[in-house]
Structures are given as C-alpha cells and as structure tokens.
C-alpha cells in the first residue's frame, strides 16, 4: 500500500460528488438496489472513488441479495481497514479505504467460503476498472 493520503475537509468536498462526500466522508449509506455496481459482473477491479486504490477485484465478487457489491475478500492484504461501528444502535464493523479513510461500507461474517466474509459496500464508493 502506497502512503496514506491526508485532505482537508474543503479539499474533499471540492473533489467529490455531493452523494460521494456524504457516504465517503459522513459515513452515509446509499439506498439498496440503487448503486452502479450492485448487480455488475464484468471482470475488473474495484477502485476507491477518493483515491483511486485498488480495494476488490471482480473475481471476489458475488450477489448476496442485498443491493449492495458485495466481496468475499479484499484485493489484496491491507487494502481495507476495519473499526467498530456503534452507530444506529447496533454494533457493526465499518470498513475503509486504508489509503485515504474513505467509508466504503460494512463487513458481516455471513458470507461465502473460503473466507466466511460479506463486505458489502456502497455503489458510490466505488469506481470499476473493467478487464481489457
């Protein structure tokens, strides 16, 4: 993982979309069934929408049914980081650009093997660099 990338808060809102701002630097969360990405299976690689680090790969993808992309695993070690969530008065794992501290969405241990992972993340967060 390259360094981490640090920005204003000014900084981030002149470079994101509203939407992008709202779930990427508020912690939002975009309605189900509604993101870009939630029903793509093109070949590729999943990109964080503020910085542009590889976090997922195509290959990792499956449809869980919820409305939102949803991965087994990360692209690679150390691309995501994780903290625990207490908001909404539940108790949840919120996981993140490692990068640049974008949210990205949440990760739950009901997926499928070999990791037993669900990362399920927001349309918005994302950006797709289709296989060639």
Request: hydrophobic share 30%; glycine share 10%.
């Amino acid at each position: 993982m390259t360094d981490k990338i640090e920005k204003t808060d000014a900084e981030w809102r002149a470079e994101l979309t509203p939407e992008q701002y709202r779930v990427l630097r508020q912690q939002g969360t975009e309605p189900a069934f509604t993101g870009d990405y939630w029903a793509t299976k093109d070949a590729g690689r999943y990109l964080c929408a503020g910085c542009g680090a590889e976090l997922f790969s195509a290959e990792h993808k499956f449809d869980s049914g919820t409305g939102w992309p949803s991965f087994w695993q990360p692209a690679a070690n150390g691309a995501v980081e994780t903290e625990t969530d207490k908001s909404h008065g539940m108790v949840r794992t919120e996981v993140h650009c490692a990068r640049c501290g974008s949210h990205l969405g949440h990760v739950f241990p009901d997926g499928p093997r070999p990791t037993g992972e669900r990362y399920c993340i927001n349309s918005v967060s994302l950006s797709f660099d289709p296989e060639n």
